[in-house]
C-alpha cells in the first residue's frame, strides 16, 4: 500500500507547480493551508472523489474546478488535480460510449442514434438527441465513481491503520 501511496504522491502536482500555474493564481493564498496538502484518511478519499467525480463530468478546466472544489471542501488538493486524469484522450471514447448508454437505458430514450464523424452536418443535427442521455450517464458514473471511491479509500485506510496497529503487515 506504501507503493501506492509513494506513486500517488510522485504524480501529484507540487504545491509550488500549483501555486505557479497562471489560471490557479486566485487560488494561492488559499493554497497555503497545510491541510491540504496533508495525506489523511478524509483528505485523500474526498480529494479522489472531487477530482473523479469533475473529471468524469466536466470535460474543461477539470484540474483548476477540482482544485478549487478540494479548498472549498478541505481535501488534499494534489490528489483532487491527479483524480482528474481518469479522463484523458484515451479513456474519453470509451466513457462517452459507455455513459451515453447508461444515459439512453436511465431515460429510456433510444440509444440507436448513430452519428457518422464523416458527416458533420449530422452530428450537428443528432447532437440535441444525444446530449441528454450523455450527459445524465456521466452525471450516474460521476456520482457513482465519486462515492465509490470515497468509501473504498476510506475503507482501504482504516484496513491498513488497523493491521499496522495489531503488528501485521499490510
Known sequence: MSAVIQRLRALAP???QLE???????LAPYLANP??????????????AIGLFIGFLIPV???LLAAAAAVL????????AAGTLVTNPLTVPPIYYAAYHLGAWATGSSATA???????SGLWENLGSIGMPLVTGLAMTASFAAIASYLLVSQAWIWRVSAKRRGARP
Not at 20 to 26: E, K, R, T, Y
Not at 114 to 120: G, I, K, M, N, Q
Open 35 to 48: 491541510k491540504l496538502w496533508h495525506w489523511s484518511r478524509r483528505g485523500v478519499a474526498m480529494g479522489l
Open 61 to 63: 478546466a477539470q484540474i
Open 73 to 80: 471542501l478541505r481535501a488534499n488538493v494534489p490528489v483532487a
Open 114 to 120: 448513430a452519428v457518422s464523424l464523416a458527416d458533420p
Open 20 to 26: 505557479a500555474n497562471p489560471w490557479l493564481s486566485g
Open 14 to 16: 507540487t504545491r509550488e
